[in-house]
């Protein structure tokens, strides 16, 4: 029980025949092939794929019943035979259902270099890349790949970007696009499409070029040339993702173009193939007051102005991946371009794969938000998927958390938030709690090998699946408690690669706006950062009602105070308290749930196999130490500014502020 099975652990398969009208294909094998593998419902049954233009079926939907799955595409038949044997073994009656996507496109966006380094990765080296640079492909490779492949289609995802979006120009040499077609083969069988990230200043850097400028004759030709030796081996490839002008990255704006312009250069390039340029929105600059408004105030004005197989990706908030954000006002705000959220599933500033936290929650706190931008219920979700704007494209992405650990997400309960993204990306609507009921029953149930099942055995309901699921949907919020509760944000240490408390960090010459001192602006006058009209006036980038409750602090909530605020320690809270007993409050509360989580853990050993038992154990055991330094750091650092005493219902420091100074300075990963 090493977790490598993820949510997909086999069992013993009661014999079924399948019966068929669509012709033969890789896709149509797999589907038939995991339900031979899978079937859990009456021994001998006939089941039937059905390949038939339905009105009602959109993109790679389907329509289920017991005795079959019907479906327009080969993908659809795929994605309605998961369906299938999740209820059957989650225990779900399997009534007559019509399920179509939310997006069309469902994307894992994957930051690993060609030297097989994973930006951001914490669950080993990259599972597509070697450090060795060889280029042969061994069956453990594409053993791996097809399990990630079928890990992927059982949630419907249908793409992959294979490398960093800090692109190396040398991913698309030659001897790395034989490599990539290596990969687009075996994902191919599961109806996931292949992607790269490219580096802008490709036709330089690698073509030999004098310029990448976009509207250079001679870089537009290479662009082509270079799509045309895609495509020759890869014919479905999926198309490019670029972060450009962005972070340091060169772009269009090198050479006084426009995002516009660099992005429809390259879907020129890709349009005969029908293929897709995601092009991201990630941008800000040293030189402006507030990081969180410049994506909005540089793509707004293009609004309209991109070729239809663009979508700008967009991160969920205006900043970047915080615990908490609000979200980007670029959702509802661009009308006439297809945009896509962008959410980061590897837990960069959430703990890594050391903490547990269950980030669909997150993710649905999004989606459902209200923009108002087309009247109420224009949330992001509906901004997104077409409901409101007539987009040409959908599209979801989440930067993954993959890499060769056994259990793929070195946290055994981070699994589920790669499976969550897919959910999610299939159902915007989509309820955690349902989502973490499938998942722990579907990676738990019958793991100690005695006959525990979700379906029938009610200890296992009562003493494992509801608490544990109870800690999954607080875990993010506990993350957030004693970390950056109450709207801080950007207050990591940056020398443990975004691990841990570093509100302090500093170091001369620093670009401020990599600073945490920029983020939480704490001094004697209170803390946080004003975005209000008075302030950056951030505000103004979200449609009313939004603005103006934001714009003040009585009506603001609670949890985006500190990020459109700048507060005096004084400063009387919705609750009662000073906003400095509140902070102190929500510390205290973090640690507390930190510690509940190792509780509940124990509990839990009766039901799960000894392996991955202490895995999570460690792992909580750490959680809880971090949130220890965390509150601690952080109360000590702020209670410099706000000289008010630790109320005694905190649990008081057990470090000194020195002390984790000291620790954060010794770089320990
Ligand atoms: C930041 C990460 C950095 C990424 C960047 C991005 O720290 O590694 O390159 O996002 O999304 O959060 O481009």
Known sequence: ??????????????????????????????????????????????????????????????????????????????????????????????????????????????????????????????????????????????????????????VGINGAVINNVNASPKILSAEYLARVKAVADELRPYGVKTYLAVKFSSPALLGGLKTSDPLDPAVVKWWQSKAKEIYRQIPDFGGFLVKASSEGQPGPQDYGRTHADGANMLADALKPYHGLVMWRAFVYSPTDKDRAKQAYNEFVPLDGKFRDNVIVQVKNGPVDFQPREPFSPLFGAMKKTSVMPEFQITQEYLGHSTDLAFLSTMWEECLQSDTYQAGPGSTVARCTDGSVYPQKHT????????????????????????????????????????????????????????????????????????????????????????????????????????????????????????????????????????????????????????????????????????????????????????????????????????????????????????????AVQNKLRSQSGNAVQWKDACLLYFQQFSHMPIPATVEPPMHTLEAVIADDMRPQR
């Open 395 to 614: 599209a979801m992405a989440g930067v993954a958390n993959t890499g060769l650990d056994r259990n793929w997400t070195g946290h055994d309960f981070a699994q589920a938030n790669w499976y969550a993204f897919g959910r999610l990306a299939w159902n915007n609507q989509m309820k955690s709690a349902q989502i973490a009921d499938e998942w722990l029953k579907l990676t738990f149930a019958g793991a100690t090998g005695s006959a525990a099942s979700a379906t029938t055995d009610s200890n296992w309901n009562t003493n494992f699946l509801a608490p544990v699921k109870q800690m999954m949907l607080d875990s993010r919020e506990a993350v957030l408690n004693y970390s950056m509760p109450l709207g801080l944000h950007h207050i990591m240490s940056a020398t443990r690669g975004h691990y841990g408390p570093g509100p302090w960090w500093a170091p001369p010459k620093m670009r401020a706006d990599w600073t945490p001192g920029y983020y939480h602006q704490a001094s004697e006058n209170g803390v946080g950062f004003d975005r209000t009209k008075a302030g950056s006036d951030a505000v103004s980038q979200y449609h009313e009602p939004l603005a103006s409750q934001l714009n003040n602090p009585n009506t603001c909530p609670d949890e985006y105070l500190l990020w459109f605020n700048h507060l005096p320690w004084d400063f009387k809270m919705k609750s009662g308290n000073t906003l400095w007993n509140e902070l102190c409050a929500h510390y205290d509360k973090g640690v507390q749930q930190a510690r509940q989580f190792q509780r509940i853990w124990d509990q839990t050993q009766p039901y799960v196999d000894a392996e991955r038992f202490a």
């Open 1 to 154: 029980e090493d977790g490598h099975q993820l949510w997909l652990r086999s069992h013993q398969a009661a014999p079924v025949k399948v019966v068929t009208t669509a012709k033969n294909s890789a896709v149509l094998a797999t589907a038939r092939q995991e339900l031979q593998q899978g079937w859990q419902g009456n021994p001998g049954a006939t089941v039937t794929l059905t390949l038939r233009k339905d009105k009602a079926i959109k993109y790679d939907g389907y329509r289920i019943s017991p005795t079959g799955v019907q479906a327009s595409t080969e993908a659809g038949l795929l994605y309605g035979v998961f369906e299938l044997l999740r209820r059957q073994q989650t225990g779900q009656t399997a009534q007559a259902d019509l399920s179509n996507p939310s997006y069309e496109y469902r994307l894992l966006n994957h930051w690993d270099n060609p030297d097989g380094s994973v930006e951001r990765g914490y669950a080993g080296q990259s599972i597509f890349w070697r450090k060795d640079s060889s280029f042969v492909t061994t069956n453990r490779d594409k053993v791996r790949w097809r399990e990630y492949a079928r890990a992927n289609a059982s």
